[in-house]
């Protein structure tokens, strides 16, 4: 059926794809405040998401990085990022992704789940956004 006032000018999105989003030996997420990046085997580029949990769960930061170490790690003095800890505590995970996807990725993350900080390189209207699965699968955040 076509909508009343013509074509949609927006496709559907195919359903959200899974991707690796990493975990600690133990199958949790990693505390933010906790993470040492040199010592979690993060290695190369990819996406990552951080989020608050407690009472009122929330999405906190998604971004892209062609050093996630670097990246995750320059994070960890950053105040505005840290305010948010108080909420039920940060958790953080990431994905290993080629370069040619993240901006996808990245921007489908952050239309679904408006993060409440948003930061780094605006994404070009033109990239099409590609769905994928948020960190535990949901669509709010979790432990």
């Known amino acids: 059926m076509a909508p009343i006032f013509g074509p949609s000018e927006k496709k559907p999105l195919p359903p959200a794809a899974p991707i690796s989003w990493v975990r600690n030996r133990n199958g949790n997420f990693y505390k933010f405040v906790t993470l040492r990046a040199d010592r979690a085997g993060i ?12 009472a009122k769960p929330r999405w906190v930061m998604v971004g892209e990085s062609d050093d996630l170490a670097k990246t995750i790690g320059g994070l960890i003095d950053d105040l505005e990022l840290l305010q948010y800890n108080a909420s039920g505590g940060l958790f953080i995970s990431w994905a290993l992704i080629k370069p040619a996807y993240r901006a996808g990725i990245v921007k489908y993350l952050r239309e679904t789940m408006k993060p409440l900080i948003e930061r780094g390189q605006p994404i070009d209207d033109k990239v099409e956004p590609i769905p994928v699965l948020a960190p535990g699968g949901a669509d709010r955040p979790n432990q």
């Open 43 to 54: 290695a190369g580029g990819g996406v990552f998401a951080i989020w608050h949990s407690g």
